[in-house]
T-cell receptor, first 107, second 116 residues
Framework: KNEVEQSPQNLTAQEGEFITINCSYSVGISALHWLQQHPGGGIVSLFMLSSGKKKHGRLIATINIQEKHSSLHITASHPRDSAVYICAVNAGNQFYFGTGTSLTVIP | DTAVSQTPKYLVTQMGNDKSIKCEQNLGHDTMYWYKQDSKKFLKIMFSYNNKELIINETVPNRFSPKSPDKAHLNLHINSLELGDSAVYFC???????????????FGPGTRLTVT
């Protein structure tokens, strides 16, 4: 079993919809990261969280340390949000990655 | 200005060869990383390195070795390449990592390695 589980694996949405991607982890962490991988392959760090909530533009990330769960929300989704979203956690000197959520936003 | 750069972008080579992938960051970061992304797009950390410690993922074969000539560079050397080494390799950097704290990472564009 993977230390980090994401759901859903694949997600298709209409433009303008509110999107939620979930991440659960089974290890003690110092931080959780949300990454975005574009269709061209480049990886961008969206958020790093150790508690609470962060917002950047239309993106919101939350984490519940007690429940070992994080969510990434996208408001007013747009076709340019189409990408793979990856959850990753720092556990001591180790990093563990989820398998990613492939998001397609249709115009 | 590119923050984290990797060369080459594509690398095609035969089994048994030795190859290197270079990584440079101009962000003044203390820690650099190498990741492998397999054909199923699953990312896995291979190494993290700062000027104090090298953390190796124990599942990485010793054919892989990081070499850091200075704080801004972390090159990946691979000996006796095997078919299973075919993947995309990403370099990244951050201010610090590990027991000293967690910081946002900046990724290079990736190097697609194909072993034939």
């Amino acid at each position: 079993k993977n230390e980090v589980e994401q759901s859903p694996q694949n997600l298709t949405a209409q433009e303008g919809e509110f999107i939620t991607i979930n991440c659960s982890y089974s290890v003690g962490i110092s931080a959780l990261h949300w990454l975005q991988q574009h269709p061209g392959g480049g990886i961008v760090s969206l958020f790093m969280l150790s508690s609470g909530k962060k917002k950047h533009g239309r993106l919101i990330a939350t984490i519940n340390i007690q429940e070992k769960h994080s969510s990434l929300h996208i408001t007013a989704s747009h076709p340019r949000d189409s990408a793979v979203y990856i959850c990753a956690v720092n556990a001591g000197n180790q990093f563990y990655f989820g398998t990613g959520t492939s998001l397609t936003v249709i115009p | 200005d590119t923050a984290v750069s990797q060369t080459p972008k594509y690398l095609v080579t035969q089994m048994g060869n030795d190859k290197s992938i270079k990584c440079e960051q101009n962000l003044g970061h203390d820690t650099m990383y190498w990741y492998k992304q397999d054909s199923k797009k699953f990312l896995k950390i291979m190494f993290s390195y700062n000027n104090k410690e090298l953390i190796i993922n124990e599942t990485v074969p010793n054919r892989f070795s990081p070499k850091s000539p200075d704080k801004a560079h972390l090159n990946l050397h691979i000996n006796s390449l095997e078919l299973g080494d075919s993947a995309v390799y990403f370099c990244a950097s951050s201010l610090q990592s590990g027991t000293s704290g967690s910081y946002e990472q900046y990724f290079g564009p990736g190097t697609r390695l194909t072993v034939t």
